[in-house]
């Protein structure tokens, strides 16, 4: 499975992007799907993740900025973020979890794509 990433970029406070996640083939109704960020020098730090019949999770921080979303036609997931603040400034990477449970552990996903760099300047 490979999984690219797309829609980062330098946005300012207050602003939005949508990320993409294409994955190479049709996996979504069998795993739940996640996205992740990472900042320099910090963790690697769950942010959303969809499941089952598009149920989501969220980290509490994006809660209510952010959107998870999927498209099965062009095994894509979404990642709408509004309202940008400077502490998401991360590089933001989709994952493929190894079940249909969206845990927020890193390494309950095995599969990764390269991310994508979002910068928010305040």
């Known amino acids: 499975v490979q999984l690219v990433e797309s829609g980062g970029g330098l946005v300012q406070a207050g602003g939005s992007l949508r990320l993409s996640c294409a994955a190479s083939?049709?996996?979504?109704?069998?795993?739940?799907m996640g996205w992740f960020r990472q900042a320099p020098g910090k963790e690697r730090e769950f942010v959303a993740a969809i499941y089952w019949s598009d149920s989501t999770l969220y980290a509490d921080s994006v809660k209510g900025r952010f959107t998870i979303s999927r498209d099965y036609a062009k095994n894509t997931v979404y990642l709408q973020m509004n309202s940008l603040k400077a502490e998401d400034t991360a590089v933001y990477l989709c994952?493929?979890?190894?079940?249909?449970?969206?845990?927020?552990?890193?390494?309950?996903?095995?599969?990764w794509g390269q991310g994508t760099q979002v910068t928010v300047s305040s």
């Open positions: 083939e049709r996996t979504f109704s069998r795993y739940a």
């Open positions: 994952a493929r979890a190894r079940g249909v449970m969206p845990l927020i552990g890193p390494n309950e996903y095995n599969y």
